[in-house]
C-alpha cells in the first residue's frame, strides 16, 4: 500500500506508503451498509473496456498481468492501499528506465520510511486499456513482499474506472467508471467507502467501519494486504487477550519486514448484512498505524482475502463496494 500525491514540485517530498504483505491467506471483512435490490442480478459485462485474466497469488493477492512500454507481460498485484502505482527495482532496470522525473515521494512502510523516485512510463496497458505518460514509484523490492510480482496497480490507476472480479471466469474486468453509478443490484452487498486525503498532499485511501466481537473498529480498504492486523488499542478495546506467538512469522512490507509477536482469533466479525465467524488477527504496533491514524486510537488493516472468493466491484464514482453474497454468509434476520 502506498500514500502518494497528486502532484509534486521539483525537489518536494509527498506522503506515500506501501504495505504489500507475503502471507497465508485469510478471510477480509468490511462494512456492508444495504443489501440492494434492483433491476440487475450480475453486473453488466458487454460493457467493459479490458478483460485481464488474474490469479491468486501467495498470501491472497489479486494478481494480473500488465505491458509496461511495449514491453512484457509482467505481474502486477492490485493494491487499493496504495494510491500511487510502483513497479520494484529489478523491472526497472529490466525495462531500462533511466530518465527520474527528479521528483520524489516519501514511502512509508510497516516499520520505517524512505524517499523514493518518480519514474515516467510512456504506456502501462492491462487488456485492451492503455494509461499513457504514468508516473510510478520505484522500490527496492528487497523484501519477501516483491516476491512472485513486478509491481503494483494503485489507486492512480484503479480510479480510471469502475473494478469488477469474477470468481467464476477468473478475469478482472476495468468498466467505464459512471457505469454502475446509481444502479442497485439484487443479491449484492453494498459497502460504503469513506475517502480519506492524509498528509499535506493529500495521499487518498479508502476507509470503512467494521463489527469485531460487536465493537466498532475503523478498517483500512486494502486489497494489498494478505492478513487482517489490527493494533494493541483496538485489541484492548475488544476486551481480547491476544496469544503470544513463539515461531516469530515475519511480516513482510515492500520496505522492511518485521517480527508477528501475538495473534487472536474472533469469534464474530459483523457487518450490517453479512456474519463470518473465526477470522485470525495478527496484532502488532506498527509505525504505519500511527501515520493513518493516532497510535493510541483503535485501528485495523482488512484486505484482499473477502474479495478473492466473491464478485465484486469497485464503484469508485459512488465511493461504494458491491459484493455479491452467498446465503451462508448473511446475517441472521433480528
Not at 512472485?148 to 469502475?162: P, Q
Request: overall charge negative; some cysteine.
Amino acid at each position: 500500500m502506498l500514500f502518494a500525491p497528486t502532484e509534486m514540485n521539483p525537489g518536494s517530498l509527498a506522503i506515500a506508503y506501501h504495505h504489500g504483505m507475503k502471507l497465508a491467506p485469510s478471510k477480509f471483512l468490511l462494512l456492508t451498509a444495504l443489501v440492494l435490490c434492483g433491476c440487475a442480478s450480475t453486473l453488466d459485462q458487454d460493457g467493459a473496456l479490458a478483460l485481464a485474466p488474474y490469479h491468486i497469488a501467495e498470501g491472497g493477492r489479486i494478481v494480473v498481468e500488465a505491458h509496461l512500454n511495449d514491453q512484457g507481460p509482467f505481474r502486477f498485484a492490485l493494491d487499493t492501499g496504495s494510491s500511487i502505482s510502483v513497479v520494484f527495482d529489478k523491472l526497472r532496470k529490466q525495462l531500462e528506465l533511466d530518465s527520474a522525473t527528479g521528483k520524489l515521494v516519501i514511502i512509508h512502510g510497516l516499520v520505517t520510511s524512505g524517499k523514493y523516485p518518480i519514474f515516467n512510463i510512456s504506456r502501462l496497458k492491462v487488456g485492451h486499456e492503455s494509461w499513457v505518460d504514468a508516473r510510478i514509484a520505484v522500490l527496492p523490492g528487497e523484501t519477501a513482499a516483491s516476491e512472485g510480482i513486478d509491481g503494483l496497480l494503485g489507486i492512480d490507476f484503479l480510479r480510471r474506472y469502475a473494478v469488477g472480479f469474477s470468481v467464476e471466469d477468473r478475469v478482472l474486468r476495468l468498466y467505464p467508471p459512471d457505469l454502475v453509478r446509481d444502479r442497485s443490484y439484487r443479491g449484492w452487498a453494498s459497502v460504503p467507502l469513506e475517502r480519506v486525503n492524509i498528509g499535506e498532499r493529500g495521499a487518498m485511501l479508502y476507509f470503512f467501519d467494521v463489527e469485531i466481537e460487536g465493537k466498532a473498529v475503523p478498517a483500512l480498504f486494502d486489497l494489498g494486504a494478505g492478513q487482517n492486523l489490527i493494533n494493541w488499542p483496538a485489541a484492548s478495546s475488544l476486551g481480547l487477550a491476544p496469544t503470544r506467538r513463539e515461531d516469530r512469522e515475519i511480516l513482510s512490507g515492500a520496505l522492511e519486514s518485521t517480527s508477528v509477536v501475538a495473534q487472536f482469533k474472533a469469534s464474530e466479525v459483523k457487518t450490517a448484512g453479512i456474519r463470518w465467524r473465526d477470522e485470525l488477527f495478527l496484532v502488532a504496533d506498527l509505525g504505519i498505524f500511527e501515520t493513518i491514524r493516532k497510535a493510541d486510537t483503535p485501528f485495523t488493516i482488512l484486505g484482499s482475502g473477502l474479495f478473492n472468493q466473491r464478485d465484486f466491484v469497485i464503484d469508485f464514482v459512488s465511493n461504494r463496494v458491491l459484493v455479491r453474497v452467498a446465503m451462508d454468509e448473511a446475517d441472521e434476520p433480528q
